[in-house]
């Protein structure tokens, strides 16, 4: 049976590129292959190895960690999440800058999603 | 009294032991960008060294990412009477990882060694628990608090251990209708134990979002356990007065029924007792107001994560991590706190950027005070995503400890000019330091039967 792969852009990695299968979590692929990345839990629930997906579609279902904000701000959880697609990625704690917000410094705004709850999230994977 | 097991035959004995010579911390680097594992560092406080105010061994775990935090002790005073027993190993959960890390610190207090790991995939997949929180020994055996069940979702329950640091299971019979876990402390005199609320793993992980207050995701109860049935018997609500319910502590006498909580984001403390008719009873006996911040529109809460009471009972510590300042209370009226010593390191503020030369990140989070009572040695970060919320500088600045010199004749605390510990230097990158812990026992370890 023909593997299916797809092709990782690190964004922040000056673009470099990975082939990796589609079937497994892309922290394993990418650790295997040499990537350096942050990992905790490995399933799905603490956010250390969240990255910022600027392009293309993974599937995510299993994370329990973001909220809907930080799903809208583009992030994933590569411990549990599997490409459908070629994808670019910016990767490590480098690309958490809009990961946290100071909910006294920044409050959210009206027009923002509120905080997201766990049962919602289930769904939110394409 | 002729010392036959570990620890002290009662705090009055505890306060009159050697001065501490060395503490153990934990330095992360989880979630700081820098790939390198955890590790337990030792510090040499003792004055006449000449390695006084450094870290003088660092112990790395076996893999990255666990989020070392609290830890604690095979034994301690509560049994003290077991010559068979002693105070050898310090357990080390890491939070993320579910991996707890057992270190042998005996065989050469200045050096400990990764004695056994408890692997992380074998408590969830036996006991459908994660979370490691609060670490306490009961005889010979040793009880966690986990946070979460498997996957990350409250109230997770307690994970029991036997003294070959196999698993048990379950310690509890059951969790009633408890929502959320955090710490424990329990007063076997009394046969009770108190527990507290922080939010699942699933919650507090990806940083802190004040609407999933607003939304019940965070605790706001206590719980008190009958101990010897292991479940819980009757619970407090407490309301805004009362919001994060995080470290509780009882009076070290082991005969009061006296205990307070420090309710991080309402940073309060709540006083409970039984009352004359064997009632227990709670009330709030300190409040620190929300302190405006010059260029938000949000005021800010004093976030009082951790409190200590001192091994005579007569003073309680609190910290205010946002606001930077670390205070002491005599509670010699339990019902009636007086605030008798008070010290700014950092926070949000701005009171005190710089301290002892070095420039901070983050404010004052967790303190260990020596058994006389006299020093206070205090760490500043939090919790990964949560330093990097609030604190995000903390990432190059890395953690820092102090020590505050306390009196405990007259009341009062001053900032010692001559300790500091940096851990922005450290070799591998700046780490952040958390709780503290000494080899002989502490103001937070031990329990008396």
Request: charged share 20%; hydrophobic share 35%; aromatic share 10%.
């Amino acid at each position: 049976m023909a593997m299916t792969t797809y092709r990782v852009t690190l964004a922040n990695r000056e673009d470099a590129t990975f082939e990796v299968e589609g079937r497994r979590p892309l922290l394993e692929s990418l650790r295997e292959q040499g990537v350096d990345l942050p990992y905790g839990c490995k399933y799905g629930g603490c956010i250390t190895c969240a990255a910022k997906l600027t392009e293309g579609i993974v599937n995510q279902r299993r994370q329990v960690a973001l909220n809907k904000r930080q799903i809208n701000a583009g992030y994933v959880i590569l411990c549990v999440a599997r490409p459908m697609t070629d994808i670019t990625l910016e990767i490590g704690v480098d690309s958490h800058g809009d990961l946290y917000r100071n909910p006294f410094l920044d409050p959210p705004k009206h027009h923002e999603p509120k905080a997201g709850i766990a049962e919602q999230r289930l769904d939110d994977g394409p | 009294m002729e010392s036959c097991g570990p620890g002290y035959a009662s705090p009055a004995d505890a306060i009159k032991a050697p001065r501490e010579t060395l503490l153990y911390t934990i330095a992360i680097y989880t979630g700081t960008g820098i790939q390198k594992p955890d590790y337990l560092a030792t510090v040499d406080v003792d004055p006449e060294s000449p390695t006084y105010s450094q870290v003088i061994h660092r112990l790395e775990m076996p893999g990255i990412g666990d989020e070392l935090h609290h830890m604690g002790w095979n034994a301690c005073s509560s049994c003290f009477g077991d010559a068979g027993m002693s105070r050898k190993y310090l357990l080390l959960p890491g939070v993320r990882s579910n991996n707890i890390h057992v270190v042998d610190t005996a065989t050469n207090p200045r050096a400990p060694r990764l004695h056994k790991v408890i692997e992380g995939a074998e408590i969830r997949a036996k006991t459908n628990l994660s979370g490691p929180h609060t670490v306490h020994c009961l005889g010979s055996e040793i009880i966690i608090s986990m946070l979460g069940d498997a996957k990350g979702e409250a109230p997770g329950g307690y994970l029991l251990l036997n003294n070959e640091f196999e698993i048990v299971g379950r310690w509890e019979s059951s969790m009633g209708d408890i929502k959320f876990g955090y710490d424990f402390w329990y007063q076997p005199r009394h046969n009770v134990m108190f527990s507290s609320e922080w939010a699942a793993p699933n919650t507090f992980m990806p940083g802190f979002d004040l609407e999933e207050v607003g939304h019940l995701k965070y605790g706001r109860e206590l719980h008190i356990w009958d101990f010897e049935r292991r479940e819980p018997v009757e619970s407090f609500y407490l309301g805004e007065d009362g919001l994060l319910p995080l470290e509780v502590k009882f009076h070290h006498d082991p005969d009061s029924t006296h205990g307070f909580c420090g309710a991080a984001l309402s940073s309060n403390v709540i006083h409970w007792w039984k009352d004359d008719v064997g009632n227990w009873q709670w009330e709030k006996v300190i409040d620190v107001d929300n302190e405006p911040h010059p260029e938000w529109p949000i005021p800010v809460p004093g976030v009082m994560s951790a409190i200590l009471v001192s091994m005579d009972d007569k003073y309680l510590y609190l910290n205010n991590w946002l606001h930077g300042d670390m205070r002491q209370y005599d509670i010699s009226d339990p019902h009636a706190p007086v605030l008798t010593g008070q010290v700014w390191m950092g926070g949000l503020l701005g009171k005190a950027p710089e301290v002892n030369g070095v420039k901070m990140a983050g404010g004052p989070q967790m303190f260990q005070l020596s058994l006389d009572g006299r020093r206070l040695y205090v760490t500043t970060s939090l919790f990964s995503t949560w330093d990097n919320q609030f604190y995000p500088e903390i990432r190059e600045r890395g953690g820092v400890m102090v020590m505050i010199d306390c009196d405990p004749e007259n009341g009062g605390m001053t900032l010692n000019p001559d300790f500091v510990v940096n851990f922005g230097k450290e070799p591998n990158g700046p780490s952040r330091c958390h709780e503290t812990r000494y080899p002989g026992g502490d103001c937070t370890s031990d329990i008396w039967l």
